[in-house]
C-alpha cells in the first residue's frame, strides 16, 4: 500500500498503486477501485493477511463497497447454482476439425 511518509513523500506497502493523501501512515488508504478489483479474491480467500486486512478496514468504513461485496457474493452463488452449459455435438465436431487442421503460421 502506498501512504504518506512523514515528510510527505510516498511510501509502498504491499501490491497497490501509489495513492495520494492525507491519511496517517497507520491509516491504510485504497481507493474504492482496488478493493473492487480483488473482492473476488477475498471472497475466495485469496489474499495474502495484510492484504485481507487492508480490505475488510476499507469495508468496514465504506457502505458502497460493502454493497458492492454483497452484490458480488450474491451473483457468484447464483452463477454455482446454475448447470453446465450443454455443448451440441454438432459444435464438438467443428472444434475438433479446427483443432486437426494445420496452423497457417506453421
Known amino acids: 500500500m502506498t501512504e504518506p511518509a512523514r515528510d510527505g513523500q510516498m511510501t ?50 465504506c457502505h458502497d463497497c460493502r454493497a458492492f461485496l454483497a452484490t458480488l457474493g450474491r451473483t457468484i452463488e447464483l452463477l454455482r447454482t446454475m448447470p453446465a452449459p450443454t455443448v451440441l455435438p454438432a459444435a464438438k465436431e467443428r472444434a475438433r476439425e479446427g483443432a486437426a487442421r494445420p496452423c497457417m503460421l506453421d
Open 12 to 61: 509502498q506497502r504491499g501490491p497497490y498503486p501509489a495513492i495520494r493523501g492525507s491519511a496517517p501512515a497507520s491509516v491504510v488508504a485504497l481507493s474504492h477501485g482496488d478493493v473492487r478489483a480483488r473482492l473476488s479474491d477475498y471472497l475466495d480467500g485469496g489474499l495474502a493477511e495484510g492484504e485481507a486486512q487492508d480490505i475488510r478496514e476499507h469495508l468496514d468504513r
